[in-house]
């Protein structure tokens, strides 16, 4: 099973089996090391390094570290130490996961199988809101079977994800959504349901969608169900439809007695240390295992609960149901697991990472400005800025021309940056569309350092990225080859957007990388530091020169506030 | 802690004492050849299946010991190929593309093409195989067999020369179907389970790591580390711009020099002379004195199933404005059916 998950918990196992408990450190620092995680494209201590922030819950390698210990925790492969959450420590399931994990394919399956089936609430393992009582993937897969062999994911939120056992009816479930199924028509009726019913929930629509997700992507990967579109709500559906091994699981599984913790605290002393071993080594008896040692003793579990379960085989994991300590305890006195001793956690030490996007360049503006011959989009633009200088400050007709661009497209955007840069008293031309041998956006002219300009509009992409910068570059490689306007190889080639980039680290890593391995030079410049220019061009008769622009390089910026 | 034993359902096989295979003849039966007899090849349960997954990869050079890559141990980049109940590999038809990886890793040449090059594998037992009960993986037995049958000599090709356009069109015509192929990794594993075949080192990003955008990169057996771009889609312009990119990054971030770095791009099929691709190759080598190799993934299929070591640094592959043809000896008139992969559609 070719899985991040089962290498993920291979690898944290191999690295931390030896630690009396581990933490999210001890977590990031393994799966940075074995480079099954990695921050800001990289794997090892620079991951960690990069990725340490004040604000831990910012840091992206420890809340990564978290994400896969939550998982775990909810398949039985890791549980806390002690009372609070963390640190942690490995199940003797998740010892067998890790295991397995590194043999060929099928060893793993049918016991991460298991632990899918064993996700049970309510359960002393996990902290959560939701009351419903539920073996969930016991649910979706029954409740497909009863809804014609197929379900669609929301009805699976409607249905099974919102059933409770101890309250409602199954059969009443089922027929819910089968009325929704012959008297919805349309997908929007449907849609104006499922708002409904996300509102009652106090939760965003998306946000109930995205908790299917891992159900799915659980119980596919089980090999439990898969897709396949079908008619409904007036639409070509992708549903989800039980396999020949989820149809066989779960007529197998229906038979077994399903035991939960309720029923368990009831249980006197000796039948629930009964129950944990049935439990366990029943998941461990349908994964293959070899338990035959422990024959004689199940034997006599199962006539000591006899009663409880009927007969029937059982339906239980203990460490997604139980705190660990009761079964550990089991194991210790089978001989299978060491009785706990004490040993000190070793902290880890990380660097603070430096951060990179405070380095942005000042555009400087010269106070000449010299009168251009402008078109008359130019003229259009600066008797706007006048109009809205009569009564608003500078930084107000920033703020309102920065707005009106909001939704501008590539046919009005592109041409008006151009003539921005020629009120500042530069030579600016917009490529005509469909001209290949021009493949920047627009230049400004120049006898010896013309500068090409890759622009992207707000409809294209809000936030300028690195795609921008890639093209950037393009530019400037094409115009020092073909040499269609003199430029020099220093001289900067901008990537102008709406609005700065959102990681502007990632941007500035790239525009350094760039310079380093090429020895050329990108410039971003965002559209608020252009209007702020364009301002103070009409406003204050300022100006920019060529030579100006062309040192730039990296993230740069103009404000007027330091203009006046 | 102590771990529990699985029971094992399925023998193990091995070569009887004193039978040692002299040479394997490839073909479209491929044949044992043990002490003057001749037996078809047959699946030996190895206990590490090379047809399902791959060798360890070598270590990263030093200054790359912070680059993270896919750690996937599957030879087949759809994940077609599993081992059975009965411990033979079994192949899903629905997700076998044909590439043939798995026919080509088989030590024993047990897999084999039928006509439609659907891939199969051959089960029968002969008077040299004896079955036996399988012990752990620990076992000595188990280690030599499968370390005897690495080095067991190989003669012929995969894939017969006059068959090279119907084996490449089938590849080429399982990867247009597939829907779910679309998805980068698995272009990017097929390309580099490939490339390994000529002693190449390629290391995949990881899926999902969006601050390491390059496709994979590679290293020569001459430790020459650079970028490598797989684009089975149409944006050939995008893919040139990814490679400065890849190639800026591995010199800014693991000091792998940009003057020495020696880039690939591999396609489906070629951009169309008129696309800008071609153009910019020549202007990179221009302005930045770099070269950008071109391959199609039908010319390393073809290669590697005549079991022809590709230098993918040849001037052979070295395609511009001035020469669009990938030109080898071994494909001269081969593949000439076969649209776009030695050189752009006409």
Redo the contacts between chains.
């Keep these: 099973m070719d899985n991040t998950q089962f290498l993920v918990m291979s690898a944290l196992y191999d690295n931390l089996k030896s630690y009396e408990s581990f933490n999210l450190a001890d977590m990031s620092s393994t799966l940075t090391n074995s480079r099954l995680m990695t921050a800001y494209g990289f794997a090892g201590k620079r991951a960690l390094e990069k990725s340490n922030t004040n604000d831990t819950s910012r840091n992206s390698t420890l809340m990564n570290a978290k994400m896969y210990a939550e998982i775990f925790r909810m398949l039985g492969w890791i549980q806390s130490y002690g009372v609070s959450s963390y640190p942690l420590v490995f199940t003797y399931i998740g010892a067998h996961i890790a295991e397995l994990a590194k043999q060929e394919s099928l060893a793993v399956e049918k016991l991460y199988q298991e632990c899918v089936l064993g996700i049970v609430n309510p359960n002393k393992i996990i902290n959560v809101k939701y009351t419903e009582s539920s073996r969930i993937f016991m649910y979706i897969l029954k409740s497909i079977k009863d809804l014609d062999g197929l379900m669609y994911k929301h009805e699976m939120c409607m249905g099974p994800m919102s059933f409770d056992d101890q309250n409602d009816t199954w059969e009443d479930m089922v027929h819910n959504i089968k009325e929704y199924r012959e008297n919805i028509q349309t997908y929007q009726e449907f849609k104006e349901e499922f708002e409904l019913f996300s509102k009652n929930l106090n939760m965003q629509p998306t946000s109930v969608d995205n908790c299917t997700r891992m159900p799915i992507a659980m119980i596919k990967q089980c090999g439990f169900v898969e897709d396949k579109y079908h008619d409904l709500y007036g639409r070509k559906l992708k549903c989800l439809s039980l396999t020949k091994l989820g149809e066989s699981t779960l007529e197998k599984y229906s038979t077994y007695y399903d035991l939960r913790l309720r029923e368990f605290n009831k249980l006197p002393e000796d039948q629930k240390n009964a129950m944990i071993r049935l439990g366990l080594f029943g998941m461990f008896k349908r994964s293959g295992f070899e338990v035959d040692e422990f024959r004689q003793l199940l034997v006599k579990d199962f006539a000591l609960v006899e009663k409880v379960t009927d007969g029937c085989e059982v339906l239980f994991s203990p460490y997604q149901t139980i705190n660990r300590q009761q079964i550990d305890s089991i194991l210790s006195d089978l001989g299978l697991k060491q009785k706990e001793g004490h040993g000190a956690l070793q902290p880890r030490i990380i660097k603070r990472k430096v951060d990179e996007s405070k380095d942005m360049q000042e555009i400087e503006l010269s106070d000449h400005l010299t009168a251009m011959n402008l078109s008359q989009r130019a003229q259009e633009i600066i008797k706007e800025v006048q109009k809205l200088s009569a009564s608003n400050s500078k930084d107000e007709i920033t703020s309102i021309l920065f707005k009106k661009y909001q939704h501008a497209t590539q046919t009005n955007f592109y041409p008006d940056v151009t003539e921005m840069f020629n009120i500042l008293g530069l030579n600016c031309h917009c490529s005509r569309p469909g001209d290949h041998g021009a493949r920047w956006d627009a230049i400004i002219i120049d006898e010896k350092q013309s500068i090409p300009i890759e622009i992207k509009s707000p409809t294209e992409e809000q936030n300028m990225s690195v795609k921008a910068v890639r093209q950037a570059l393009e530019n400037k490689i094409i115009l020092l080859s073909r040499e269609p306007y003199t430029t020099s190889r220093s001289a900067a080639s901008l990537a102008l957007g709406y609005m700065k980039p959102n990681d502007r680290a990632e941007v500035a890593t790239l525009i350094k990388a760039f310079s380093k391995a090429f020895n050329l030079n990108v410039a971003v410049v965002d559209f608020k530091s252009l209007l702020n220019m364009v301002v103070s061009a009409v406003c204050d008769n300022k100006s920019v020169s060529i030579s100006q622009l062309a040192k730039l390089g990296g993230l740069t910026n103009a404000d007027i506030k330091k203009k006046e | 802690?102590?771990?529990?034993?699985?029971?094992n359902d399925a023998s193990t096989r091995l070569l009887i004492p004193g039978a040692q295979i002299d040479h394997i003849s490839l073909g479209a039966q491929n044949l044992w050849h043990i002490s003057g007899v001749t037996v078809p090849a047959s699946c030996m349960k190895c206990i590490y299946?090379l047809c399902?997954?791959k060798k360890e990869s070598s270590n990263l050079p030093e200054n790359l010991?912070?680059?993270?890559?896919d750690?996937?141990?599957?030879v087949c980049p759809s994940?077609a190929i599993?081992?059975g109940?009965d411990g033979f590999p079994t192949i899903d038809q629905e997700r076998c593309i044909s590439c043939g990886l798995c026919v080509f890793n088989c030590p024993y040449a047990s897999l084999n093409f039928d006509e439609n090059y659907k891939i199969s594998v051959n089960k029968k037992i002969n008077n040299f195989i004896c079955e036996e009960n399988r012990t752990p993986?620990t076992s000595e037995k188990q280690i030599l067999q499968s370390s005897t049958a690495t080095s067991v000599n190989k003669i012929g090709s995969h894939v017969n020369e006059k068959e090279l356009d119907n084996y490449v069109r089938a590849v080429y015509s399982n990867i247009k179907a597939y829907d779910w192929f679309n998805c980068p990794e698995y272009a990017n594993r097929l390309v580099a389970r490939l490339l390994e075949f000529s002693g190449y080192d390629v290391f995949c990003s990881?899926i999902g790591?969006v601050?390491?955008?390059m496709d994979a990169i590679i290293i020569s057996d001459k430790g020459n580390i650079s970028p490598m771009e797989i684009e089975f889609g149409m944006d050939a312009l995008e893919t040139?711009?990814?490679l400065?990119?890849d190639?800026?990054?591995l010199?800014?971030?693991f000091n792998c020099k940009?003057k020495s770095s020696k880039p690939i791009v591999v396609f489906l099929e070629m951009p169309n002379v008129r696309q800008?691709y071609w153009q910019?190759i020549?202007?990179?080598h221009?302005?930045?004195g770099i070269k950008i190799y071109t391959l199609t993934l039908g010319v390393i299929l073809s290669l590697t199933a005549l079991r022809i070591k590709i230098n993918v640094n040849a001037d052979a592959s070295y395609l511009s404005t001035d020469e669009y043809r990938i030109r080898h000896y071994a494909l001269e008139s081969i593949l000439e059916s076969v649209d776009g992969v030695l050189e752009p559609r006409k």
Excluded at chain 2, 1 to 7: A, F, N, Q, V
Excluded at chain 2, 65 to 69: G, K, L
């Design positions: 802690m102590r771990i529990l034993k699985r029971k299946p399902i997954r010991s912070d680059f993270s890559y750690q996937s141990y599957f994940q599993n081992l109940k993986a990881r790591d601050y390491n955008r040139i711009r990814a400065l990119d190639i800026a990054i010199d800014f971030n940009a800008g910019d020549n202007d990179i221009k302005v930045l």
